[in-house]
């Protein structure tokens, strides 16, 4: 799942930048002004270089929300909610609400991104035209440039190893011979972690044979391959054994809670050695009024644990901290995953009484053990 910068909406589509966009941004930047570009157009001033470079970046980054929105907009149309894509300078991730329920949809999806570089590089190549290089030289080598990268997106992008849109058309052809999906996602995740390996020792290769720029570029990018490869099956799986399941359905519904009005010292005898749960609801009243947290606990001096209650210690219980019955088990998930808690949340209904709980354990069991059927 996805994580990043939160920039702005398109389309209701919530555009995230990965915190590691903009170290490869500077190391992008640079190899452009200082290699790329000098070697292409000589003649400029190093300050005319560096904001080609920089304009050059931007621009690839222009490009590849594009080619992530076209993915998004042909989802949408297909049923498939996008709500947020995290972008990196070599690519995106979007964050599917359910996976395609078919390989038709699949390619359609997959193939969305690619047509959108390719018409780029189309736009770019025939603006390169009119603004001829004689006439305009810096913005010529700046839209020759797009139109070639688009290209090399185009490209990239199509190596077929999941979750690379090329991953994807393998994986939907392979399912649709045959039948199986989750055979299919792995077979095209152990490709694109294959060309990720190669891509890493040639590009090593490179850099100790002179090449160094090249090859420290082909290092970076099959690291970022090997990464999405693995994050990539991973999440087909979990979404795979969550899916059509509720929280109620996961729930434990033997849920042992503290009183509000118990010494901190009885809450550690009774409950946290007793039944070694990091967390506990607080009920008031026979409603729950917040959590009981380990972590809590340990930041009170052990000589206020006789004088201190439950309730005085305890945290506030807000809507982020508990789940509904109905809620999805994967976006219960997501929402663990976005919050920094101990793990636990406790379910509650419409009339706010507790029904059960759920903990991240809980989840990831039942995930190990719905993957471990259909292997």
Not at 118 to 129: D, E, K, Q, T
Not at 252 to 265: A, F, L, M, W, Y
Not at 296 to 319: A, C, H, Q, T, Y
Request: contains cysteine; hydrophobic residues 50%; neutral net charge.
């Amino acid at each position: 799942m996805a994580r990043g910068i939160k920039l702005f909406k398109v389309l209701g589509i919530q555009i995230s930048i990965d915190w590691t966009w903009f170290i490869v941004f500077v190391l992008f930047a640079w190899s452009l002004s200082a290699g790329y570009f000098p070697f292409r157009h000589p003649g400029f001033t190093p300050g005319t270089y560096l904001a080609m470079g920089v304009v050059s970046a931007l621009l690839l980054f222009a490009c590849v929300l594009v080619h992530e929105l076209f993915h998004s907009y042909t989802s949408n149309r297909l049923g498939l909610e996008i709500r947020e894509i995290t972008l990196f300078i070599f690519g995106g991730v979007a964050e599917l609400t359910k996976e395609p329920d078919d390989p038709a949809t699949e390619f359609k999806i997959a193939v969305a991104g690619p047509l959108a570089s390719g018409l780029l590089a189309l736009v770019f190549w025939l603006l390169s035209a009119l603004f001829t290089g004689e006439a305009y030289p810096v913005v010529n080598a700046i839209l020759s440039y797009l139109a070639l990268i688009n290209i090399v997106l185009l490209v990239f992008n199509m190596i077929p190893g999941f979750p690379l849109d090329g991953g994807r058309v393998l994986r939907a052809a392979w399912w649709a011979r045959t039948g199986d999906v989750d055979r299919a996602t792995r077979v095209a995740s152990l490709i694109g972690k294959g060309f990720a390996v190669f891509l890493i020792l040639s590009g090593f290769l490179q850099m100790f044979t002179g090449n160094f720029t090249g090859g420290l570029w082909s290092v970076l990018i099959g690291v970022f391959i090997q990464q999405a490869a693995e994050s990539g099956y991973r999440q087909v799986v979990i979404k795979r054994a969550l899916e059509g399941l509720k929280v109620k359905d996961i729930m434990s519904k033997d849920v042992v809670t503290v009183p509000e009005d118990k010494r901190i010292s009885e809450a550690v005898d009774d409950y946290f050695i007793k039944y070694h749960h990091a967390t506990f609801p607080v009920t008031s009243n026979s409603h729950v009024s917040g959590l009981l947290t380990l972590n809590k606990v340990r930041n009170i001096d052990k000589s206020e644990w006789e004088r201190k209650s439950v309730g005085e210690v305890m945290e506030p219980l807000g809507p982020k901290d508990t789940l509904s019955p109905d809620d999805d088990a994967i976006e219960a998930l997501r929402k663990m995953a976005s919050e920094d808690n101990s793990g636990r949340f406790p379910v509650l209904d419409k009339g706010g009484k507790l029904v059960g709980i759920l903990s991240r354990t809980d989840i990831m069991k039942l995930i190990e053990f719905r993957a471990g059927l259909q292997k």
